[in-house]
Protein backbone atom coordinates (compact mmCIF):
# COMPACT_ATOMS: atom_id res chain seq x y z
CA UNK A 1 0.00 0.00 0.00
CA UNK A 2 1.68 3.54 -1.17
CA UNK A 3 1.94 5.78 1.78
CA UNK A 4 3.63 9.17 2.08
CA UNK A 5 4.75 10.42 5.70
CA UNK A 6 5.85 13.98 6.33
CA UNK A 7 8.47 14.92 8.74
CA UNK A 8 9.63 17.67 9.44
CA UNK A 9 7.46 20.82 10.19
CA UNK A 10 7.62 22.78 13.57
CA UNK A 11 7.71 26.18 15.23
CA UNK A 12 10.67 28.34 13.46
CA UNK A 13 11.54 32.00 14.00
CA UNK A 14 11.34 34.55 10.96
CA UNK A 15 14.54 34.73 9.05
CA UNK A 16 14.69 30.46 10.08
CA UNK A 17 15.33 28.01 8.63
CA UNK A 18 13.19 24.27 7.88
CA UNK A 19 13.72 20.90 6.40
CA UNK A 20 10.77 18.95 5.54
CA UNK A 21 11.05 15.08 4.46
CA UNK A 22 8.65 13.07 2.62
CA UNK A 23 9.11 9.48 3.49
CA UNK A 24 7.15 7.44 0.55
CA UNK A 25 6.28 3.71 1.26
CA UNK A 26 4.82 1.15 -0.95
CA UNK A 27 6.43 2.14 -4.28
CA UNK A 28 9.22 2.33 -6.66
CA UNK A 29 9.67 6.15 -6.63
CA UNK A 30 11.68 6.31 -9.93
CA UNK A 31 8.67 6.55 -12.06
CA UNK A 32 6.60 9.53 -9.97
CA UNK A 33 6.86 12.95 -9.85
CA UNK A 34 6.76 14.74 -6.34
CA UNK A 35 5.67 18.23 -5.43
CA UNK A 36 5.18 19.74 -2.34
CA UNK A 37 2.08 22.02 -1.49
CA UNK A 38 0.77 24.09 1.20
CA UNK A 39 -2.64 25.13 2.63
CA UNK A 40 -3.83 27.49 4.97
CA UNK A 41 -7.53 26.99 6.72
CA UNK A 42 -9.99 28.46 4.35
CA UNK A 43 -7.78 28.86 1.46
CA UNK A 44 -6.95 26.94 -1.69
CA UNK A 45 -3.95 24.76 -1.29
CA UNK A 46 -1.02 26.22 -3.05
CA UNK A 47 1.17 24.17 -4.96
CA UNK A 48 5.23 25.15 -4.29
CA UNK A 49 7.48 23.12 -6.04
CA UNK A 50 8.12 20.32 -8.15
CA UNK A 51 10.74 17.95 -8.98
CA UNK A 52 11.02 15.22 -11.57
CA UNK A 53 11.30 11.60 -11.64
CA UNK A 54 14.98 12.18 -12.07
CA UNK A 55 15.50 15.01 -9.81
CA UNK A 56 17.02 17.39 -13.13
CA UNK A 57 13.98 19.09 -13.32
CA UNK A 58 12.23 21.56 -10.54
CA UNK A 59 9.54 23.90 -10.43
CA UNK A 60 9.05 26.53 -7.75
CA UNK A 61 5.90 28.81 -6.76
CA UNK A 62 7.21 32.95 -7.34
CA UNK A 63 6.58 32.82 -3.75
CA UNK A 64 9.63 31.07 -2.54
CA UNK A 65 12.08 30.62 -5.57
CA UNK A 66 15.32 31.67 -4.01
CA UNK A 67 14.50 30.46 -0.54
CA UNK A 68 13.27 27.27 -1.27
CA UNK A 69 15.40 23.85 -2.38
CA UNK A 70 13.70 20.42 -3.45
CA UNK A 71 15.36 17.13 -3.74
CA UNK A 72 15.03 13.66 -3.85
CA UNK A 73 16.21 10.80 -2.99
CA UNK A 74 15.20 7.51 -5.22
CA UNK A 75 17.42 5.06 -3.24
CA UNK A 76 16.08 6.17 -0.01
CA UNK A 77 12.41 6.27 -1.30
CA UNK A 78 12.34 10.04 0.42
CA UNK A 79 11.57 13.73 -1.28
CA UNK A 80 12.92 16.75 0.78
CA UNK A 81 12.07 20.78 0.89
CA UNK A 82 14.84 22.64 2.23
CA UNK A 83 13.09 26.28 3.46
CA UNK A 84 14.95 29.28 4.22
CA UNK A 85 14.73 33.03 5.23
CA UNK A 86 11.19 31.79 6.29
CA UNK A 87 8.40 34.44 6.73
CA UNK A 88 5.27 34.51 8.26
CA UNK A 89 3.13 33.75 5.38
CA UNK A 90 5.23 30.44 5.26
CA UNK A 91 3.17 29.24 7.66
CA UNK A 92 0.29 26.47 6.71
CA UNK A 93 0.32 22.92 6.48
CA UNK A 94 2.84 21.19 4.22
CA UNK A 95 1.78 18.26 1.99
CA UNK A 96 3.89 16.36 -0.39
CA UNK A 97 2.24 14.42 -3.45
CA UNK A 98 3.37 11.89 -6.08
CA UNK A 99 2.13 12.22 -9.65
CA UNK A 100 2.03 9.25 -11.99
CA UNK A 101 4.21 11.05 -14.34
CA UNK A 102 7.83 11.66 -14.43
CA UNK A 103 7.94 15.12 -15.26
CA UNK A 104 7.20 18.31 -13.79
CA UNK A 105 5.54 19.97 -16.79
CA UNK A 106 3.43 22.62 -17.57
CA UNK A 107 0.46 21.55 -15.27
CA UNK A 108 3.12 20.80 -11.74
CA UNK A 109 1.02 23.41 -9.72
CA UNK A 110 -2.24 22.02 -10.44
CA UNK A 111 -3.46 19.87 -7.42
CA UNK A 112 -5.65 17.72 -10.04
CA UNK A 113 -2.58 16.12 -11.21
CA UNK A 114 -1.38 14.56 -8.30
CA UNK A 115 -2.30 10.58 -7.32
CA UNK A 116 -1.33 10.64 -4.08
CA UNK A 117 -0.89 12.72 -0.67
CA UNK A 118 0.43 12.68 2.86
CA UNK A 119 -1.42 13.57 5.75
CA UNK A 120 0.38 16.84 6.05
CA UNK A 121 2.85 18.44 8.38
CA UNK A 122 2.42 22.12 10.46
CA UNK A 123 4.83 24.37 9.23
CA UNK A 124 4.47 27.77 11.76
CA UNK A 125 7.00 30.79 11.40
CA UNK A 126 6.42 33.09 14.28
CA UNK A 127 8.40 35.48 16.43
Known sequence: Q????EIGGGLVQPGGSL???CAVSGVTLD???IAWFRQVPGTEREAISCISS???STAYAESVQGRFTISRDNAKSRGSLQMNSLK???TGTYYCALRDLPICGTRWSS???YDYWGQGT???VSS
Open 111 to 113: RSE
Open 2 to 5: LQLV
Open 122 to 124: QVT
Open 31 to 33: YYG
Open 88 to 90: PED
Open 19 to 21: NLS
Open 54 to 56: SGV
